[in-house]
């Protein structure tokens, strides 16, 4: 059974800075591409960023030149590197990938303040 686990949120101010972490488990994790979602109260998930199996990565606008991805494929464990936060960076981020089917990890909270 694929699980994916979040962890590295917290609380932080404007313009700081976060890494999130997100460890695979019960697949094979270095041909997979790997997502970030994000949602807030009320709104639906929305689509942070992407990195594929061979590292290239992509990025919805709001956060492209402020987040970058990454991965270990010996560590089973992508990283997204969340620079000059603002407050609209707020949310539950969720960890992605499809193995024969769509898993989410449980999310982890993410909050920015002004």
């Known amino acids: 059974q694929v699980r994916l686990v979040e962890s590295g949120g917290g609380l932080v101010q404007t313009g700081g800075s976060l890494r999130l972490s997100c460890v695979a488990s019960?697949?094979?994790?270095?041909?997979?591409?790997m997502h970030w979602y994000r949602q807030t109260p009320g709104k639906e998930r929305e689509w942070v960023g992407s990195?594929?199996?061979?590292?290239?990565?992509n990025f919805t606008d709001s956060v492209k030149g402020r987040f970058t991805l990454s991965r270990n494929n010996a560590w089973n464990t992508m990283y997204l590197q969340m620079n000059t936060l603002k407050p609209e960076d707020t949310a539950v981020y969720f960890c992605?990938?499809?193995?024969?089917?769509?898993?989410w990890g449980r999310g982890i909270q993410v909050t920015v303040s002004s």
């Open positions: 019960g697949m094979n994790f270095k041909i997979a591409a």
């Open positions: 990195i594929s199996s061979n590292g290239a990565t």
């Open positions: 992605n990938t499809f193995w024969r089917r769509v898993f």
